[in-house]
């Protein structure tokens, strides 16, 4: 906050928001998932329980309230209701917007439709409250699936040992560049990899990093892109979001037959 009012100060945006591009809008609550775990470390197995809430689990208001608070300051830009995900690319990458809460997949984008600016793109965590509080939360990546009716399981069962191995990583990322570290061992980021995603390396080997909620409780409400909208726009308060969004996952986790619902 106190780098947003020095840029805010310096005459550009501070932080990016894309709310034509709906989805978005969740980033402050998504990326604020390790903080909320180091703070309540069963806050995931207790949310999928229904014994705690986003409402009344300070850590977690916490993301609605970050999502508000750059609004109240003026440091997203005027436009941002208008603004699409495209447009605040083109802001990062030009340099008229400085900070934007976003999945590194980005850098990628960004370096395709703007290869000469993509060493300008750093990465920082979603920054929590206490300074000794520091790290990353991640999307986990994709997986491969081998259909259990195929005829030729053990074909593609060594090509798959093949593809996570050192030797097949090194042939993907000689056509497709990292967007984050890599998770198997023994494999290592080329030296070509985006600075951004090389910045995202130290909390990795320190153990700095949390799984987003998504991969570790199957409950996430439909409506959440709408009510950070909500909680970004100033049009409800925080509490008010969380509230909602507590009631919103009801439905999810009806619809999933979880216990405690």
Known sequence: MANSEKIKA???TAIIAS???TWTSQLFVLGDFYNLQAQVPNFAKDYTANKAKYATTPAALRGFEKTQEPFKKGYYNKDFQATTYDDALKMLAEGT????PMLTSAIDTINQNYPDK???IGVFPMPSDNAEINGLTVWSPNSIYINKKSKNIEAAKKWVEFFI???GQSVLASKSKASGPYVVKGVKLPDDTYEGVKQMQPYFDAGKTAPALE???PVKGPSLENITIESGSGIKTPLECAENY???VQKQAKQLNLPGW
């Open 118 to 120: 993509v060493k300008d």
């Open 215 to 217: 991969f570790v409780s």
């Open 19 to 21: 709310y034509k591009t």
């Open 165 to 167: 191995s050192p030797e």
């Open 246 to 248: 507590d009631k919103d």
């Open 10 to 12: 310096a005459g550009k």
């Open 97 to 100: 917007g400085v900070q934007y």
